[in-house]
């Protein structure tokens, strides 16, 4: 595999005289702006109270329109001050605003430092030294984190939210989705209750651009290797353990990558250099689900007992040597969580006939029992050496492994057509047809999935002048394995009784507390009863993704005329994604299969539809459950036993398995850009323009035509060999072959913030961004087919979607540690992908088969475009204004309204999010409330909408004293049930899907040293 530098530094090599020329143009300003009556004050802000050196403290001289932003590690530099005493002042939200006098050398640098005392303190003492001597009070971490965010987003050119990793509690498992779903404008990708992928402003995931650092990680998703999204960031394999802050920039400015139409999320990693000192911590806790909230053993997930309180930690450590030049932070996290899904789905039929006139007539109840244990281990270690007083080198080393065991035990009652289901309203109670039937099809998903990343970087100081490099290797990989982690067949090819007969009730319409009771036909609850079909021994899926890249940035401010920060770079990234589904080539026949043949593999498991509280039961003719088979035991007698069994493998199952399913792709992307960004009295302007140019290599078959098939005595179909050889002669019989593409994208940017007061801004932004095609539109198989003279090809020239965005903002900013922002936003995209047929000429074939009167079926952009617009509201503040004891209340609150152009599957209208927190000595408690309107699930078919649905989270603790406290955190208090609506012509909408997850629990002690 390439390596980290062999990747990288090509890219630098061919922009080695360009990037002179950038330094040199940064450079010039720094001799024309040298003056020797100003000079330069620079400091560092700490906290002491938490020994956190603060970021995003404004530093300003008195009487001057000169100001400063602290950086990380508290520090900040004031360039061309004038010489001569001059007064600073450093003000922090909920903080005191600090003061202090400094005499400024001519052409030299003062020094000074600041510490900020919390508003909610006593007055400070001071010895005699200056250095402040703090009384004894509780800080409120809510009020802390809130303080950090408000002044990140109040710093940013960009629109932005923030918010720091201890505002919203404890989240031990670590999902980091579960952190950022409070905040305005984030929706959720869901699959059984976890949250995969992230949405912003009503745009799906893969229009999110996810960094760490702001470096792009390596994602890969087994499960969405080739779907529409998989450019979309996983957050199954991040922990938020070793996150210090989450930014959610809603614009995007000329030094961001571009293709973020719906903006970006940056997660933040804990360096040492921002803490003063050394700092060790060390948390234990216990997770916890509702439905078995016990110590006692149970079945699940799988067939084997096991305890479902799991233990998790995390331990943190950081400390500064060798007299504070070196900086070293090591967190390890480890979190397990066992919960459980439960799914029914229904399906009608709405065609009433003259017999049989019911406008609505449920035909099948499908119930899945999904009980699931999620591991995450996670280590973050980085480093900062200060090698000279000017150049400071940097590593960080990021692992994180996830190890999902998510059995899906799946049971569908079909009650027969239409007319011979009995029930005068059988929305709520039928009867079945005799000719009704029971598949049962369990399945064991066993997903694993682990990233390394690492993260060199450096960073060269002058004056005013910066120079960063940053370099990023980062591997992931993610895969399926029932049979090496737990022993288990994937699944068993869906066993069936036919020929019975059911009833079936419920209390209400919106409800899915079916009961449901055998009335005649063979015993379900007897496993000779069922059918014995091919078993799928293991699990196919597996995808890879390697990101190598490199970046050099410029950063200049220059004081003379108008002060100017300048700021510019080049970077290459080069990404890898390999792709493979071979699951249809793992099928196996039990040699002799009869009715009944794994009658004696039964599952200890009971199926449980009532697993999470939706009060639904089942019982056969003797009073039983449904039988459900055994996967590890059958899956232990093909261990044992290999000869009992017989590969079935069809030329359809040949072809998905090694030829259809099958991607390789590369792709590079070299990007140049240019900002400056300067303060004009109250205005402030910053202006961009990148550049970028993306090369793409997809590694495909190299097919032979129908007519060399032919010629070779093969058989085909639609331009498709029909038996096994056949397509190993058409797809393996000759060495693959790149196509390759390219294109390039100009994208400027430009924001404007116009202070109306000292705490009233106004914020306008613009930028251009690109959504780039998905893998599976851009890597593929060719199919030709001579009958209907096609060709089915993928687009390796097919151009990225492209999006104007425009936002705007005002925010009002208050004491104590308050915000009140409206803002509103319009997304222009044009382009969109859609399958479409083109000529040979217009395709741009111009192989050596003679294709010139064949048609291409492929993926172009459309002429059509989609505007997408929306509003934010967002309030929050610290009510430490009120008497003891309601100082320690903080509320928080959020709406945002989107829509669109067009009708748009999982655009959410309507949302709101809010929340209370109280800290009172040493307690303290917070509520998390989400509200989601009614919102369509898909644009095609029977109109299906999710309807509303709120959920709470709950959490609080207790400082025992400064070094121990305890937590605890409930997520989904009340269990509310996510449901589907289908509404058919003039029907009243109808339950078509109804799941529920259960309350998770988090129960931990936290010490710190």
Not at 87 to 105: D, H, I, K, N, W
Not at 162 to 185: C, I, Q, R, T, Y
Not at 230 to 248: D, K, P, T, W, Y
Request: charged share 20%; net charge positive.
């Amino acid at each position: 595999m390439p390596t980290l530098l062999s990747r990288c530094l090509p890219a630098f090599r061919s922009a080695a005289r360009p990037l002179r020329l950038a330094l040199l143009s940064l450079l010039l300003p720094v001799f024309a702006a040298a003056q020797s009556a100003v000079g330069t004050v620079s400091g560092r802000i700490l906290n002491p109270a938490t020994g956190e050196y603060v970021r995003n403290a404004q530093i300003r001289v008195e009487g001057t329109n000169l100001l400063a932003v602290s950086e990380d590690g508290g520090l900040y530099s004031l360039p061309g001050v004038p010489a001569g005493p001059a007064r600073l002042s450093v003000t922090f939200t909920g903080y005191r605003t600090e003061t202090a006098a400094v005499q400024v050398p001519a052409g030299g640098t003062a020094v000074r430092d600041f510490d900020l005392v919390s508003s909610l303190a006593a007055a400070p003492a001071k010895d005699a030294s200056g250095t402040v001597k703090l009384e004894k009070f509780v800080i409120s971490t809510d009020r802390e984190g809130n303080a950090k965010a408000i002044m990140e987003q109040r710093n940013s050119m960009n629109i932005t939210n923030s918010v720091a990793s201890d505002v919203f509690g404890d989240v031990a498992e670590g999902n980091v989705g579960e952190f950022l779903k409070h905040m305005p404008g984030v929706e959720l990708d869901l699959t059984q209750g976890e949250i995969r992928t992230i949405r912003l402003r009503g745009l799906d995931s893969e229009y999110t651009q996810v960094t760490l650092d702001g470096v792009s990680l390596a994602s890969a998703d087994a499960n969405q290797g080739a779907s529409g999204n998989a450019r979309a960031f996983s957050f199954e394999q991040v922990s938020l353990a070793s996150m210090e802050s989450i930014e959610v920039s809603k614009t995007i400015s000329a030094d961001v990558d571009a293709n973020a139409p719906a903006g970006t999320i940056n997660l933040k990693s804990k360096r040492a250099f921002n803490i003063a000192g050394r700092r060790m911590s060390a948390q234990a806790n216990l997770t916890a689900f509702s439905a078995r909230f016990n110590l006692d053993d149970s079945y699940g997930p799988d067939d084997r007992q096991s305890r479902k309180i799991h233990p998790g930690g995390i331990l943190d450590y950081s400390d500064v040597f060798f007299n504070k030049r070196l900086g070293i932070n090591l967190n390890i996290s480890e979190s397990m969580a066992y919960s459980a899904n439960a799914r029914t789905t229904i399906a009608y039929n709405y065609a009433p006939t003259a017999a049989d006139p019911r406008p609505v007539v449920p035909t099948s109840l499908a119930f899945l029992h999904a009980p699931r244990t999620n591991r995450r281990s996670t280590v973050n270690f980085t480093s900062d050496f200060k090698a000279t007083p000017r150049l400071v080198l940097s590593l960080g080393l990021l692992y994180n492994y996830a190890d999902l065991n998510n059995p899906q035990r799946a049971l569908t009652f079909n009650a027969g057509a239409r007319n011979l289901v009995v029930g005068a309203d059988p929305l709520l109670s039928l009867t079945s047809a005799a000719t009704g039937a029971v598949t049962v099809n369990p399945a064991a998903i066993v997903k694993q999935g682990q990233t390394l990343t690492v993260l060199p970087k450096f960073e060269y100081r002058h004056g005013s002048f910066l120079l960063e490099g940053k370099f990023a290797g980062s591997n992931s990989i993610s895969w399926y394995d029932p049979r090496g982690r737990r022993g288990s067949i994937r699944d068993s090819g869906g066993p069936a009784v036919s020929g019975v007969t059911f009833t079936a009730r419920r209390s209400a319409y919106n409800s899915a507390d079916w009961k449901i009771v055998q009335t005649g036909g063979r015993d379900w609850s007897d496993g000779a009863s069922f059918t014995t079909p091919t078993v799928t021994i293991d699990d196919g899926r597996f995808a890879l993704t390697d990101v190598y890249s490199g970046e050099l940035i410029a950063s200049l401010r220059t004081t003379k005329g108008l002060p100017i920060s300048w700021k510019a770079g080049l970077k290459r990234r080069h990404e890898i994604r390999d792709f493979r589904l071979d699951t249809e080539s793992l099928r196996y026949n039990l040699n002799g299969a009869a009715v009944g043949s794994w009658a004696g593999y039964k599952s200890p498991f009971e199926f449980d539809m009532g697993a999470t509280n939706t009060d639904s039961s089942v019982r056969s003719l003797n009073g039983g459950t449904v039988w459900m088979p055994d996967l590890a035991r059958i899956g232990g007698l093909f261990r044992d036993e290999p000869g009992r069994f017989t590969q079935t493998m069809t030329a359809a199952n040949f072809y998905n398995a090694f030829i259809g399913n099958r991607r390789a792709y590369e792709e590079t992307i070299d990007a140049a850009f240019f900002m400056g960004t300067t303060t004009i009295g109250r205005l402030i302007v910053r202006a961009g323009l990148r550049r970028e140019e993306t090369n793409t290599d997809s590694t495909e078959f190299d097919p032979r035509s129908p007519a060399e098939l032919a010629a070779a005595g093969f058989a085909e179909t639609n331009g498709r060999a029909t038996t096994i050889p056949g397509l190993q002669y058409q797809f393996l019989s000759q060495p693959r072959i790149h196509r390759t593409g390219d294109y390039g994208n100009m994208f400027p940017s430009a924001s404007l913030k116009y202070k109306i007061s000292p705490n009233f801004d106004a914020q306008l932004g613009f930028s251009s961004t690109i959504r780039r095609p998905t893998f599976r539109d851009v890597a593929g198989v060719w199919v030709i087919n001579d009958d209907n003279l096609t060709v089915s090809a993928p687009n390796t020239s097919l151009k990225p979607e492209t999006s104007k965005n425009i936002a705007a903002r005002l925010a009002y900013y208050f004491e104590p540690v308050g915000i009140l922002a409206a803002n509103v936003y319009q997304n222009n995209v044009k382009g969109l992908f859609i399958t479409s047929r083109r000529t040979a000429a217009e395709f741009g074939y111009s192989g050596d088969v003679d294709l010139s009167n064949y048609e291409f079926i492929t993926t172009t952009p459309s002429a059509n475009d989609v505007t997408v617009r929306g509003m934010e509201l967002e309030y929050s503040q610290s009510l430490s204004f009120l008497p003891a004891p309601f100082k320690g209340l903080n509320v928080r609150a959020s709406y945002t309204r989107s829509y669109a152009s067009i009708r748009k599957a999982n655009m959410i209208p309507h949302s709101v999010n809010g929340g209370v927190s109280y800290a009172y000595k040493g307690f303290n408690i917070y509520t998390a409330l989400t509200w989601r309107d009614n919102y369509p699930t898909t644009v095609t078919g029977n109109p299906r909408f999710y309807r509303h649905r709120s959920s709470l989270d709950i959490g609080g603790g207790y400082r025992i004293n400064q070094k121990v406290s305890l937590f605890f955190s409930a997520r989904n208090l009340f269990n509310e049930p996510y449901r589907i609506m289908e509404q058919v012509g003039a029907n009243a909408p109808v339950v078509q899907f109804y799941e529920v997850n259960g309350t998770n629990w988090t129960f931990g002690i936290k010490s710190f040293f």
